[in-house]
């Protein structure tokens, strides 16, 4: 018997919180309008995630609050729906003023190329989400057991292959989107309508929901930007003579794991096949629906499809999708990935059109200190701007679509607020998730400390004669894998505070993982193995080699072969 059918009470709590959840509603209109306190129960909390929200704390002030017998200072992070990571400047504007109104005054751009908001306040919240519905966004589906944001290549005005693949991000988006009303009367206060026939509530989803969150993303080769192999499913652009062909299917990629627990890995997706642009969309659906039936909804830590193709084999997996489809994929095709990290400064797309990719570190929009102004400068790029503004899924954001005439001017704005820190390529091709003091699973920083371990490491990278090297270096506050640190050339994974897991020999494709090197270790010992390597790197790489390659030729670390690190 599959998970979906089993009976409810041999399922994990969260299994029957969404059936009877009234399809998402709960009790959380009522929680979110009691102003006795500042959060909203455990099982609503669940709830809130399918509409884009989390509830949490200021983990800083916790002790402060509990000798002063207050509770935890509860306010949202709350992520927008963005497949594909566009937005007009006037869109740009109002998330700029929303963070500034409602939200702690910063944006965060996140490794899914969307806007999260920190420190919304419960009496804020419904003002907060009717703003970003103003400018005809929402944030339905971006945390929950569901389908999140679609990810897809940055900047859709790069090519006729991009704009398609952006496209087909919106309309998987939209297919996959789950169709209750709750967030609509919850949020935007819109009457309750009597409901038509049960089935006809949630068609795809029923009243179970996914087991656990799905993600998908979209590749355009030679560039991996979005990490394509990092997800439930992906689809790799395969370009003919100079045609959009169709796109090779990927299942089973995931990062997170538990540390102890080495029944939990990071995984990469694998190749099972090839569809054409116009099957996109079915294949993401039923891909979708197998997971649907049999994921395990027993066990939340072995509820990702990463574990239900390892469970039955990319083979039955395959088989069963075809059997919905009512047709068999093709045979994949060739592709080639040279990098995964984005474009930076000025190009021109197909249509003699420029392109700025600007860099921000670790997504982080806010104004530093007088040079660096990165709000304010973005806010003013938005004012001036005609085209788009992308985000990116290194947590950059490309401003895209400038005419010739227009190419001076915005380089005036991005020179006066400082927008470029002179970031090193080492820098610019470096990640941290978001960790204290927002996020309630950190353990150590993550985000707050990248930028001032990235000096350190560029002091090394310069004294070994590497300053104009890139290697990609991923960091996260815990080993749920927010900003891919298992892809990492170098990936550094919290265990405690100030104490990180140390992993190397990933690529500069992503398309390979990286191997647990040293446990649990503090920056100076970090610094301490990392040195020596670097030398070595610099006097024996051969020609074109990245370090993640180099550690591995040199044996330094295994190979991660097996597409799986049971990080051991
Ligand atoms: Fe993540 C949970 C932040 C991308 C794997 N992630 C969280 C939470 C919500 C913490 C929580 O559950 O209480 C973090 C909120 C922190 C905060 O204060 O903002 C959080 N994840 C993020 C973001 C903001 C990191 C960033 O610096 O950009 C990314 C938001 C993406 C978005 O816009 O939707 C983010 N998270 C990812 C990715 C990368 C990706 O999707 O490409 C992963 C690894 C891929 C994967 O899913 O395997 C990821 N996040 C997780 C996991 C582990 C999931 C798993 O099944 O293994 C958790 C914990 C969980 O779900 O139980 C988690
Ligand atoms: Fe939080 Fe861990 Fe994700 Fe970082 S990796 S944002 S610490 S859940």
């Known amino acids: ?98 963070g500034r109104e409602y939200a702690n005054g910063t944006l965060r751009l996140t490794t899914r190329q969307t806007f999260q908001f920190h420190g919304v306040f419960k009496r804020n919240i ?10 005809a966004l929402d944030t339905i589906a971006a945390c929950g057991d569901v389908n999140r944001n679609v990810i897809s290549t940055a900047n859709p005005r790069r090519s006729a292959v991009h704009r398609r693949t952006f496209e087909l991000a919106h309309e998987i988006s939209a297919r996959l989107l789950p169709r209750t009303r709750a967030y609509h009367e919850i949020f935007l206060e819109e009457e309750r309508v009597a409901g038509g026939p049960e089935e006809e509530v949630e068609p795809l989803y029923g009243k179970q929901y996914l087991p656990r969150k799905f993600k998908i993303a979209l590749a355009v080769p030679p560039e991996n930007d979005v990490d394509v192999f990092a997800h439930d499913i992906g689809f790799i652009a395969i370009v003919e003579g100079g045609e959009l062909a169709g796109y090779n299917v990927t299942i089973g990629g995931g990062m997170g794991m538990t540390h102890g627990e080495p ?58 999708v075809e059997e919905r489809l009512g047709y068999e994929l093709g045979a994949a095709r ?123 490491l560029e002091a090394i990278m310069a004294d070994a004669g590497l300053s104009d090297d890139a290697i990609v270096v991923r960091m996260t506050g815990c080993p749920n894998g927010c900003a891919r640190p298992f892809l990492g050339e170098i990936g550094f994974v919290g265990k405690a505070l100030g104490k990180y897991n140390l992993y190397l020999g990933g690529n500069a494709t992503g398309s390979r993982l990286n191997k647990l090197h040293r446990e649990n270790i503090d920056e100076a010992t970090i610094l301490e193995e990392l040195t020596p390597l670097i030398q070595r790197y610099a006097a024996e790489r051969e020609a074109g080699e990245g370090f993640g390659d180099f550690v591995v030729r040199t044996g330094v670390v295994p190979e991660v072969t097996a597409g799986r690190n049971f990080h051991d």
């Open 1 to 98: 018997m599959n998970d979906i059918s089993r009976p409810l009470d041999e399922l994990s709590h969260n299994e029957t919180l969404k059936v009877d959840s009234d399809y998402l509603r709960g009790t959380l209109a009522e929680e979110i309008a009691d102003p006795v306190t500042g959060g909203v129960t455990e099982d609503s909390l669940q709830l809130t995630k399918f509409h884009g929200m989390y509830l949490q704390d200021d983990r800083e002030l916790r002790s402060e609050r509990r000798r002063q017998k207050l509770e935890p200072l509860y306010s949202f992070m709350v992520r927008v729906r963005l497949p594909g990571g566009v937005v007009t400047p006037q869109q740009w504007l109002k998330m700029d003023e929303l």
């Open 126 to 135: 419904k003002q907060h989400i009717q703003g970003i519905d103003a400018v």
């Open 263 to 320: 029944e939990t890995y990071p995984r990469l997706g694998e190749v099972i096949g090839f569809c054409t642009p116009d099957q996109v969309v079915d294949v993401a659906e039923k891909i979708m629906l197998v997971q649907r039936d049999h994921g395990d909804r027993a066990n939340r830590k072995h509820a990702r499809l990463k574990y239900t193709v390892d469970d039955h084999g990319a083979d039955w997996f395959r088989g069963q």
């Open 334 to 456: 060739d592709y080639h990935f040279d990098s995964n990290t984005d474009r930076l400064g000025w190009y021109q797309g197909d249509d003699g059109d420029w392109h700025y990719g600007l860099f921000v570190q670790n997504g982080r929009v806010a104004d530093f200190d007088d040079q660096r102004r990165i709000m304010s400068g973005l806010r003013a790029i938005a004012e001036a701007h005609q085209g788009d503004i992308a985000i990116t899924t290194n947590q950059n954001v490309v401003i895209a679509g400038v005419p010739e005439s227009e190419r001076e001017r915005i380089q005036r704005i991005i020179d006066e607020y400082g927008l470029v820190r002179d970031a090193s390529r080492l820098r610019a091709a470096s990640m941290a998730c978001v960790a204290f003091p927002t996020c309630g699973l950190a353990m150590a920083e993550s985000e707050r400390y990248l930028p001032t371990f990235i000096d350190k």
